[in-house]
């Protein structure tokens, strides 16, 4: 069974991010797009400072309608979540499932700068004026962050450094708008930092995370680093294949 995939990459990340998962999925037999979001990856010297979040949730629906892509399963990594929702509340037809990689929706009005609390974004704030030119927010620290992951080696954070862009700032302050025409579709939570319980148990505490827990949701634990399509692309393309191919059984 040949499904359709679009793979949408988080901050500072484009398409190469994602070949290995790319690569194994169609050795599957399944047609795979991967993103390159204005200004990131091989489109970064399109980055304004007016991209936002609307820009990437245009490339999204733009691609969904000029291939003409239907049941199309949407996969977005941490802020390619929002990305993703956006898009599918927009063209809800042309989705047959969404994928969050360890990620999920942010509640209507909300924006991906809220997600890690006053202080954080006020650190990153700092960042975009004193080293993004005042719009853009640098890579992060790639050695330090894969410092205790050892399915990361040194020529995986090279290629990530090589790779990285700095990422539009306003992607990260434009809330969501959302219709709710997404919530009908059904979903999968590939959670990778975090499992189901403590899922449940921030949904509880966190209203960021009520939208994780209320809908038609299935959960895949891959226990490992925020970024598995680095360091666990072949179990990450083989969840992917499986819940592709979910919306075929059901």
Do not use: I
């Amino acid at each position: 069974m040949t499904t359709t995939y679009v793979l949408v990459p988080g901050f500072w990340l484009g398409a190469a991010a994602w070949q290995p998962v790319a690569d194994a999925l169609r050795a599957q037999g399944h047609v795979v797009h991967a993103v390159d979001l204005t200004g990131m990856g091989e489109r970064a010297d399109l980055a304004t400072p007016q991209t936002d979040l609307t820009t990437h949730v245009d490339d999204v629906v733009r691609l969904l309608e000029e291939h003409d892509l239907r049941d199309v399963v949407l996969v977005g990594h941490s802020y390619g979540a929002l990305v993703t929702t956006g898009a599918a509340d927009r063209v809800p037809e042309r989705v047959a499932r969404l994928v969050y990689v360890d990620s999920g929706p942010l509640p209507d009005g909300t924006s991906q700068a809220d997600f890690g609390g006053p202080d954080d974004r006020a650190a990153n704030e700092r960042l975009v004026e004193t080293q993004g030119d005042g719009w853009r927010l640098p890579p992060p620290p790639w050695a330090a962050l894969a410092a205790d992951v050892p399915e990361v080696d040194d020529a995986a954070v090279a290629a990530l450094v090589a790779a990285s862009r700095p990422q539009p700032w306003r992607t990260a302050t434009e809330p969501v708008a959302l219709t709710g025409a997404w919530r009908h579709l059904p979903r999968t939570a590939v959670l990778c930092t975090f499992g189901v319980e403590q899922l449940r148990q921030m949904a509880q505490q966190v209203p960021l995370f009520a939208d994780m827990v209320d809908g038609d949701w299935t959960y895949v634990e891959l226990p490992t680093w925020h970024w598995p399509m680095v360091s666990r692309p072949a179990e990450l393309a083989k969840v992917l294949g499986a819940e592709g191919t979910r919306h075929l059984r059901e």
